[in-house]
């Protein structure tokens, strides 16, 4: 039984020796095996690789690209105009063992590229009038910043792909004054629209009123035409008849004027002679 624990324990000792020994490299990874806080190598190829446990360390870096948000920063351009720059880098660890003698960790290189990329933006922006950066001019500019950046941190073990501006825009006291000169920009333009509308309105009125003038005009005119012609077809017709029969003729002109000028329950107050009279007593014979 004890040589039985005695195996067991070397086991569990090799196990535990081999897997401090042993360590992987993943292919998104690169790392550095330590002893005593000086670098003994670098791996920077994926697989399995070897250390001498309990006296070496490893610390790995990331391989692909990493990106680094810088805060929003004001600056000043050519022309005396300040902006508010807001703007992004993306960067890789291009030599792991240099990256770790100048900056050891992720949080010192953001602050070291802070550094940089701030300068060069602010040398770049300072050259500049503020229409070349808030236009697409400024994809030059940035290519000079991420020129001048990847100089300065190529001594870092970094790599920069590039400088790129999210957002730029006016500090707070003056966006409020460019905000009120586009406020009344707008009003006036509204205005100026409103007052060409109004005008336009009442062209379109006076002209629909001139049309309506002259529509309700013609068809008076056309009316009183028509009128005419058929007075002039009635004369013509009472004519032709009077001409038939004159006795019937003035028989029938006698009942319209009856019908026109007496109503229901109408008293008439006639003479003895009159024209009238005589269809009123007798059946037109002038008898009653």
């Given amino acids: 039984m004890k040589k039985n624990a005695v195996v067991i324990i070397i086991v569990v ?5 081999v897997n ?53 920063a004001e600056f000043l351009t050519k022309d005396k105009k300040s902006l508010v720059v807001d703007t992004y880098t993306r960067f890789k660890i291009s030599d792991p063992t240099v ?19 701030s300068s060069a933006l602010r040398e770049a922006v300072a050259s500049h009038d503020q229409s070349d950066i808030i236009t697409e ?15 300065k941190a190529a ?23 460019i905000h009120a000169r586009m406020r009344a920009e707008r009003e006036r333009i509204s205005k100026r ?14 002209e629909t009123d001139k049309e309506k003038t002259i529509i309700l005009a013609e068809a008076k005119r056309q009316s009183e035409f028509l009128r005419g012609e058929g007075d002039a077809l009635a004369i013509k017709i009472y004519a032709q008849a009077l001409e038939q029969d004159p006795e019937f003729y003035a028989f029938v002109r006698s009942l319209e004027l009856y019908r026109e000028a007496l109503g229901r329950d109408s008293t008439l107050i006639l003479s003895a002679g ?13 008898t009653p």
């Fill in 99 to 117: 990256f770790y003698g100048a900056l050891r960790d992720l949080p010192r290189a953001h602050a070291r590229l802070d550094n940089i990329i």
């Fill in 13 to 17: 000792l090799l196990a535990f020796v």
């Fill in 274 to 286: 009159s024209p009238l009279f005589k269809y009123l007593e007798g059946a037109g014979t002038g």
């Fill in 20 to 72: 401090s020994a042993v360590f992987t490299v993943d292919e998104t990874e690169q790392a550095l095996v330590l002893q005593f806080s000086r670098i003994v190598r670098s791996v920077t190829e994926p697989g399995l690789a070897v250390k001498i446990p309990f006296i070496q360390d490893v610390i790995k870096y990331e391989k692909r690209l990493l990106r680094y948000d810088a805060a929003p």
């Fill in 155 to 177: 001594e870092l073990g970094v790599e920069i792909i590039d400088v790129r501006i999210k957002r730029t825009d006016f500090p707070p006291e003056i966006a409020e004054s």
């Fill in 137 to 151: 001019k400024r994809e030059p500019i940035m290519k000079e910043v991420t020129t001048e950046s990847r100089e």
């Fill in 193 to 206: 629209f409103r007052s060409e509308g109004a005008e336009e309105q009442l062209k379109i009125k006076a």
